[in-house]
């Protein structure tokens, strides 16, 4: 972990220190003569943007392909194609990356550039060591090895070594990996400050896997004057955060608090969130070592709601750059459409022409073609009239999906983050009585929340897709709420909460039990969550002619005006999400009880004020007993 921080760090630091302000890109592409010197445009392009955006550095890799595989130039045709693989390697693509970077080794062998085949060789080393396959990757940096040794390039060697110590260190041969690493030092002799920082780090790491603290901290204390000198921040909160992994292993935790909490400091302005992580993690680590569970849980807690934040980021820029790949196939589509239209038209001038000379003949085969032409855009119209209707559905399909994705990714990952933050620290044994019992009530807690929201989103998300089929009959109404009342009693008596029936045996309602059950339980839920402590929530019934209104009440925190507004809307940002308690929720049981009242022939509606309480209104059908 720590070398690959380390790696882009000093790639960060080495794009932006030395970057020049120069021409726009397209400028530079219309001054390009040759496919290398687009190459190299493209190439230098992908690298900058790569150390934000790893899509991005794609995208260029991609672009620098497409321009050059159809010249003659085979040596900048083999580079090409060994940069795509490696920023598909940077993408996580593994089968694209391998694709590429054994067609690169193909199209140096071909041309003989050696220097070429080194790199695509280290290139497959480090993609096979990624996935875990370290016979392949070793295989694979023999073969650069010896390549690089052939045309004597120190360089290449260099890559190797520095290679072969990142292996050792993944099989955990820490002596093996110190070997290769002091070597590759020697031979780097300080000519590039990226690979002097790049290996400072990696013998610290294989000092502090063999608990010779003392020898790692000197080489992160090197790594970290080098990073002063350099001006780099993102180097300097780098090398702070190894050093407090340090002082873990030394057992000297205030000195390791004080270095993790100021390379948070520093990674938050680069906004190096990947960095903050795992200082965030060490931390939780250390207070856990330090016998402080509390200080532990709150570190724990940062690190997986930070881990959150990526995650969804990443997410956001996986979709952003299948959006941009199919504009792009959109376009080249239409691209090609133009391209046949003009050389359709080019067909029909020669055409025309050849009909002066043969009229007769031609009159009749146009006639034919025309023919052929209607008959085809009749085909054409019914097709495009079934893609619409196709299109229509996928796009509802997307939504629903979108939906799904988004309370999983959210709401979901949030109560199961405090089940495993709870299940971490109850496994200690070192807990109070107290302590113990508070977090076994947060567990259930969180455990309810989680199966409430789970059954609510399975309803829901077959609601959407398939619809659930109705049930309608005589449902007696005081049976289903005292069986309702009596699931919540227990979570009621957590917040001191009095629930009063107000409800004549005699009441029946045309309805679905299944589907009363559902919303009554949901609109308890509601009702409890968002209620004062040592109030009360009323249950009651009205009778309006041939209906039957269902009214709960409760005397909780209350809407506004813009919160009720937005009630029914799935993840809506404006509705409130926390209870008094900070019960967690993510609106969907109401949405899904509006759905499936209205759909069962009633209507719900709501009133609330700010700090007055809330009043929920069920109209169903009245069942008249004779």
Known sequence: MKGIFCFLIFLFYYQFCFAENKDSLKDLLKKAKTPRETLKILRKEATIVST??????LMYARQAYQAVKNSNDKETIAEATDFLGQNFLDADNYDSAFYYLNQAVIKSEQCGDKKELGSAYINLEGGYQEINNYTKAEEY?????????????NKGILKCLIGLGELKMALKQYDSCLKYDLEALTLNNDSSVYLT?????????????LNNYTKSLEYQNKLYHLAIKTGDSVSIAAALESKGGIYIGLKQFDTAETYLKSAIVIAKKV?????????????????DKWGKPKLALLWTRKFYDLKDSIFNKDNAAHIAELETQYQSNEK??????????????RQNFYFTFACLLFIVVIALILFMIQQRFRFLNRQLTQQKGEITIEKEKSEQLNIVKDKIFSI??????????????SLSLLQKKDLTKDEFGSLAKRLGSSVQATSNLLDNLLIWSRNQLTGIPLHLGSVNVKEVIDESVGLYQDIASQKSLVILTKVKEDIFATTD??????VLRNLLDNAIKFSNPESEIVISTEIHGHTMVLIIRDYGIGMDEDQLRNLYVVNNKTRRNAGTLKEQGSGLGLSLCYELVKKSGGDIRIESEKDRGTSVFITLPLVTIA
């Open 52 to 57: 934000t955006s790893v899509q991005k550095g």
């Open 271 to 287: 906004k190096m969130d990947a960095l903050v992580q795992s200082a965030y993690s060490d931390i939780g680590l250390l207070y």
């Open 513 to 518: 039990l299944h589907v009363l059950l559902l």
């Open 408 to 421: 999983i990714s959210h709401d979901l990952r949030s109560p199961m983050n405090n089940i495993n933050a």
């Open 141 to 153: 940096n023999s073969k650069a090895s010896a390549t690089y040794k052939s045309i004597r390039s």
């Open 332 to 345: 080249q589509a239409k691209i090609d459409l133009q391209d046949a239209q003009i050389k359709s038209s």
């Open 197 to 209: 920082g790049l290996l400072y780090n990696n013998i610290g790491t294989a000092y502090e896997r």
